[in-house]
């Protein structure tokens, strides 16, 4: 049965939240972890649903996967008896293509759907396939899989035309094990891109730059065993942030990286936010109604894409006139529609939202359009005066473990119950007043 979160807006965000493994470096790590026939553990695996799905399509193809804990998994490839990744998985979780490069790289032929995902705008993987071609693969589509083989996977310079994070992953699992030396122009830098290079380097790959736009990659023989603790989610992290910041609350984020933070930090210190940064931990809090700003969403080190939902919300209740702009994916603003319906006053003009704050919102029934703006409507009923429903949650949960268990944690109001089970809604309504 579908669930759906139900808040009663009003409380300031007050305490400690840990956060967890990153979802977007282990979506990586994990399908690099089958290119090894040795056995691979992976610490700071957060439990959500992407991670789940990948893990059962990695078992899929015959790898024994073994989880220790919520959190540990040993993953051994060396059981593998099959190269296809049908439409199933892939529907499921667009990351599943990161099969596709390890697969290739390990076995050199692969055989993996199309992918899905969130709805945020077309999204091609036209950077991928370019870099499998450089590498001496073929690469077909056909009855809506993607078909590529090599005799000979051959190290090549490979320039992306546009930063993508999908392809310099996919281009490092399939290049680490080719022949000679691979080079990657214009790779993004994010701190999962760096991740998934250190776990490869910490099974025996030979992988230099990453976390820079230029990343070279000495193609070794094989990969061996390795024990490996995943980076802290930069976007979990940054959520809370605003959080703290909407809620007018004062919330210290363990387990985080704070220059991963940077960008997030400085936009919450410039609309008057006080951000404080210790070693593994930044505390966020806020007294007064905030201020207005400009943000446009960029590849790292620039302003996330994926906290765009979030940062949008805390300034549709910032004093004056804000703009966002999303310069990443085309259809990130879906959420507008359903904040509009709190009372937030926010038009879309192309990729450009211009806010106007509003002092508050009113709780209403939402449904989350996708994974981050999901979790920004929840911040919104945390704001919102009344109750809200958030339905759709299936979305907040492919990326965020326990989000409501660590919302209550820190104060908030809401649970998770059954969609429009009215019981349900009354007996939290009773307990909330
Ligand atoms: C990753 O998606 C993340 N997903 C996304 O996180 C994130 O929003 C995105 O990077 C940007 O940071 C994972 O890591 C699993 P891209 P990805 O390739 O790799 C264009 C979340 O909320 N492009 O960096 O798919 C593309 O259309 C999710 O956790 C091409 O044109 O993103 C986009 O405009 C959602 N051709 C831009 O590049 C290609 O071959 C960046 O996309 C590939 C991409």
């Known amino acids: 049965m579908e669930n759906q979160f139900i808040i009663k807006g009003g409380n300031p965000l007050h305490g400690e939240v840990v956060i967890g493994g990153a979802k977007n470096a282990a979506l990586g790590i994990l399908a690099a972890a089958i290119m090894t026939d040795e056995t691979v553990t992976i610490d700071n695996l957060p439990n959500v649903r992407d ?180 980076i802290p989610d930069q976007i979990e992290a940054g959520t809370f942030m605003v959080a703290a910041a909407a809620t007018k609350g004062d919330v210290l984020i363990r387990n985080v990286i704070p220059k991963h933070l940077e960008a997030i930090s400085v936009k919450l210190i410039e609309i008057g936010a006080n951000v404080e940064e210790f070693d593994d931990a930044v505390r966020v809090s806020a007294t007064d109604r905030l201020g207005h700003t400009q943000i446009k969403t960029l590849p790292y080190p620039g302003f996330p894409t994926d906290m765009q939902p979030q940062i949008a919300t805390l300034l549709a209740l910032s004093n004056g006139t804000s703009t966002v702009t999303e310069s990443i994916f085309e259809n990130r603003f879906k959420y507008v529609d359903e904040l509009t319906r709190m009372g937030a006053n926010i038009k879309v003009e192309g990729n450009v939202a211009i806010i106007e704050g509003v002092t508050g919102f009113t709780g209403a029934s939402i449904s989350a359009p996708d994974l981050r703006a999901g979790a920004a409507l929840v911040v919104a009923g945390l704001v919102a005066d009344g109750f809200t429903t958030v339905d759709s949650i299936h979305f907040i949960e492919r990326g965020y473990e326990d989000f409501d268990k660590k919302m209550t944690a820190l104060g908030a109001c809401m649970e998770k119950i059954p969609v429009d089970d009215e019981r349900e809604i009354q007996k939290f309504k009773m307990k909330a007043v």
Not at 54 to 72: D, F, K, Q, W, Y
Not at 81 to 106: E, F, H, P
Not at 119 to 139: E, M, N, Y
């Open 51 to 230: 991670i789940n799905v990948l893990l059962t399509a990695i078992e899929s193809i015959g790898a024994t996967v073994n989880r220790l804990g919520p959190h540990e998994v040993q993953i051994n490839g060396s059981t593998i008896s099959d190269v296809t990744i049908d439409y199933d998985s892939i529907r499921k979780i667009r990351a599943s293509y990161y099969l596709l490069g390890a697969l290739l790289g390990k076995y050199k032929r692969a055989q993996v759907a199309l992918p899905g995902g969130c709805d945020i705008g077309s999204r091609p993987i036209d950077q991928h396939l370019k870099g499998f071609r450089a590498l001496g693969a073929t690469v077909n589509i056909e009855y809506g899989m993607i078909n590529t083989f090599a005799d000979q996977l051959t190290g090549n310079h490979i320039y992306l035309d546009v930063v993508s994070v999908g392809a310099t992953i996919n281009i490092m699992l399939a290049s680490c094990m080719a022949e000679g030396r691979t080079v990657i122009e214009n790779a993004a830098k994010e701190p999962h891109i760096v991740d998934v290079a250190n776990f490869l380097n910490s099974m025996g790959a030979n992988i230099k730059g990453a976390g820079t736009d230029k990343i070279r990659i000495d193609g070794v023989k094989r990969l061996h065993a390795s024990e490996y603790s995943i």
